[in-house]
T-cell receptor
Framework: GDSVTQMEGPVTLSEEAFLTINCTYT??????LFWYVQYPGEGLQLLLK?????DKGSNKGFEATYRKETTSFHLEKGSVQVSDSAVYFC????????????FGAGTQVVVTP | GAGVSQTPSNKVTEKGKYVELRCDPI?????LYWYRQSLGQGPEFLIY????????DSGLPNDRFFAVRPEGSVSTLKIQRTERGDSAVYLC????????????FGPGTRLTVL
């Protein structure tokens, strides 16, 4: 069935390091892809999204490119800050089941000074 | 403006009891979603409303779970004959009509079934 798989955490980095969180999806159709973030003590919030192949979503220095050929939507940031410490969730929804979102298990990122 | 609110924030109940969880979405958001999140997991889709109607309820695990949204605003998730396995954080989110739009999540209701 359709699913989203993301790398396990925690991912521990030093400030200013490069961050990559891998996300792959399986889908029968053409999903729209999302990254949501949950900061400590807060609710989930949208970080970025991409709705079709080769689209790049970006926000707050984070980027992710919708790669249909590898069914991936990896999240990257060139220089992380302590404030980026959070849990990151990859998600998809498909045109034939619009509104039914599938989330990955989440990846905890810890950035140390 | 006010965000998505959920009540209660915590609910402890005994196995076999009935519970209701309430969600107040952002005003004007016609789409409303319920999820269940277990520790260390991502949100698991339960049901999606557009207005008053359930557009997709395929995530409800069994017939003990039911959700309503009678006036297209507030929604209630109802769980009958609760089981210990129902213990989780229940999240509600709302958005503008198109699911491509950002979902705004509430703080969740932590349900514990003893």
């Amino acid at each position: 069935g359709d699913s989203v798989t993301q790398m396990e955490g925690p991912v521990t980095l030093s400030e200013e390091a490069f961050l990559t969180i891998n996300c792959t999806y399986t889908a029968t159709g053409y999903p729209s892809l999302f990254w949501y973030v949950q900061y400590p003590g807060e609710g989930l919030q949208l970080l970025l999204k991409a709705t079709k192949a080769d689209d790049k979503g970006s926000n707050k220095g984070f980027e992710a490119t919708y790669r249909k050929e590898t069914t991936s939507f990896h999240l990257e940031k060139g220089s992380v800050q302590v404030s980026d410490s959070a849990v990151y969730f990859c998600a998809q929804t498909q045109t034939d089941s619009w509104g039914k979102f599938q989330f990955g298990a989440g990846t905890q990122v810890v950035v140390t000074p | 403006g006010a965000g998505v609110s959920q009540t209660p924030s915590n609910k402890v109940t005994e196995k076999g009891k009935y519970v209701e969880l309430r969600c107040d979405p952002i005003s004007g958001h016609t789409a409303l979603y319920w999820y269940r999140q277990s520790l260390g997991q991502g949100p698991e889709f339960l049901i999606y409303f557009q207005g008053t109607g359930a557009a997709d309820d395929s995530g409800l695990p069994n017939d003990r779970f039911f959700a309503v949204r009678p006036e297209g605003s507030v929604s209630t998730l109802k769980i009958q004959r609760t089981e210990r396995g129902d213990s989780a954080v229940y999240l509600c989110a709302s958005s503008r009509p198109d699911p491509i739009n950002e979902q705004f999540f509430g703080p969740g209701t932590r349900l514990t079934v003893l």
